[in-house]
């Protein structure tokens, strides 16, 4: 007779690591900071469209930038690696054999479902859906060695980087001929050399380079799910984002690495942590500053050099990593007893709060709620960055007096477990 396989409650609090909770809730709390501007403004990226009253508010967009933008989101993609690690390795623990694969493959499965709802219906930004389609790729790597994974990443960083300098030589290219063309009378320019000079204006000159997007404000719910099915091509196959595909695979295989190693329980398994941990700050801090001066200063220049554009191809994973090393250093040593707890529980509900807060954002911004839609300078944006936070942080701590896990996180749960009961 076959033994029941498992119970669908909650890992216990024994069974947690805390320092994961600690960075999550980090991570969850970074990732408001960039992803409230595309509730914000019609083109958050542009460094002079929207949002700026003052030369104080590109001063604010450098440092946010520079110390937010894509590093929150690196950190939250390398723990999701670390949390299906996990979800697999203790489902094999548990001895059910060939059913963990199938356990593994329904949770993600929801989580594309969970994702794909959102996406639709609450904020075309999702990753939830393309954290499960890389979250199957995953599946591979549940038993390589550290020195097998790390030879693993090489794949994916050596694509990127070969990827950037195309995108360089390809700019060199351009500035060429468009320096050749410019010798030349504007009489007696053949049309390709014309061409090549207009093509660089267009690319180097405030405004042109642009890419026209709907400035028209979501005023209603109807107008707002409309808007998410023009973003959102889950419909026409588009399953993933292409444009993080391989950076979504580097820092989840990353977070993988780094379980192994042992850090999120005791960072002083790894030898030399502190000096190694500091190195990585300093050179990715120096790295983002370079990259986020040239975004925010010159960003109608275009890199032209190989070994600057290979500096640029990983700012935010770098710096990403370093705060995951900083932190969870931090936390062991002398955070995880203090009034910091409060993260570590917005970190449990991670997946709940994720979403809740691309609802409160919709209820700010757009016409079905306060209307707000580029109506902040960059400056106030942080304000309302700081209420969001305090009303999430507050209704985590209300939540888990009363819960052992986020809502979302128990139906999740349940969904996962429901055939397997």
Sequence with gaps: ??????????????????????????????????????????DPW???????????????????????QGKFFSMFTL??????????ERLEAKGVGLKALDIYARRLLWLFIIGVIHAYL????????????????LFPFRSFSIRQLLMVLCIPIGILLFNDYQHTLRAQNSLQAY???????????????????????????????ELRVDETPRQTLLESWAANATHTR???????????????LIMMILGILLYKSGIFEDYRSVKYYWPLTITILILALVINYHRYQHWTYDFYHPVTSIWKGWLFTFPKETLGL?????????YQKWLKNSQFKIISI?????????????????????????????????SELLWIVLVVWTIQLGLSWWWMKRNTQGPLEWMWRKLTYKSFN
């Design 346 to 378: 917005a970190g449990k509900m991670a997946l709940t709060n994720y979403i809740f807060q691309s609802i409160l954002c919709g209820l700010i911004f757009y016409g079905y709620g306060l209307g707000q839609h580029n109506e902040h300078s960059r």
């Design 234 to 248: 889950v419909h026409k196959g588009a399953i993933l984002y292409q444009g993080i595909f391989f950076r979504t």
């Design 79 to 88: 723990l999701f690696g670390v949390g299906f690690y996990i979800f697999l």
């Design 322 to 330: 370093a705060y995951i090393l900083v932190f969870n250093g931090l």
């Design 122 to 137: 609450i904020w075309d930004g999702d990753v939830l859906y393309h954290y499960a389609v890389c979250g199957f790729l």
């Design 46 to 68: 542009s460094p002079f469209k929207n949002g700026f009253s003052g030369p104080e508010d590109h001063t604010v967009r450098f440092w946010v930038y520079f110390l937010a």
């Design 179 to 209: 320096e050749a063309a410019i010798q030349i009378s504007e009489d007696e320019r053949t049309p390709d050399e014309q061409r090549s000079v207009d093509q660089w204006i267009r690319q180097t000159t405030e405004g042109k380079s």
């Design 1 to 42: 007779m076959s033994q029941p396989l498992l119970s669908p409650a909650p890992t216990s609090s024994s069974e947690r690591i805390g320092t994961l909770d600690f960075l999550r809730g980090l991570a969850i709390l970074g990732i408001l900071v960039i992803n409230i501007e595309s509730f914000s403004y019609p």
